[in-house]
Nanobody, 119 residues
Framework: QVQLVESGGGLVQAGDSLRLSCAAS????????MGWFRQAPGKEREFVAR????????AYADSVKGRFTISRDNAKNTVYLQMNSLKAEDTAVYSC????????????WGQGTQVTVSS
């Protein structure tokens, strides 16, 4: 079993910044991605960003490109999401997840952390 614990959410003003953290514990994997997703009230969960753990290759949703940065600390088994220039529409519960290459889907999820951006 893998446990993912998010932290760093909070209430901020539009234009401010937050950094989210996701710490992983438990079993280790050889080839995997860690991703960030978010879900706002009344909306489907949407992809935000992901990082390929081995290579560091990143990908972002169009809505956050240029504002958010995903990064990792291999020694700490932790992935970060630096969120700058936050907008009200970024308000959501942010969750991290793991996708193993041999599985092909995100099947480990954290509990989520609330990000609220006031305008």
């Amino acid at each position: 079993q893998v446990q993912l614990v998010e932290s760093g959410g909070g209430l901020v003003q539009a234009g401010d910044s937050l950094r989210l953290s996701c710490a992983a514990s438990g079993r280790t994997f050889s080839n995997y991605d860690m991703g960030w997703f978010r879900q706002a009230p009344g909306k489907e969960r949407e992809f935000v960003a992901r990082i390929r753990w081995s290579s560091g290759t990143t990908a972002y949703a169009d809505s956050v490109k240029g504002r958010f940065t995903i990064s990792r600390d291999n020694a700490k088994n932790t992935v970060y999401l630096q969120m700058n220039s936050l907008k009200a529409e970024d308000t959501a519960v942010y969750s991290c997840a793991v996708r193993r290459a041999q599985v092909g889907m995100y099947d480990y999820w954290g509990q989520g952390t609330q990000v609220t951006v006031s305008s």
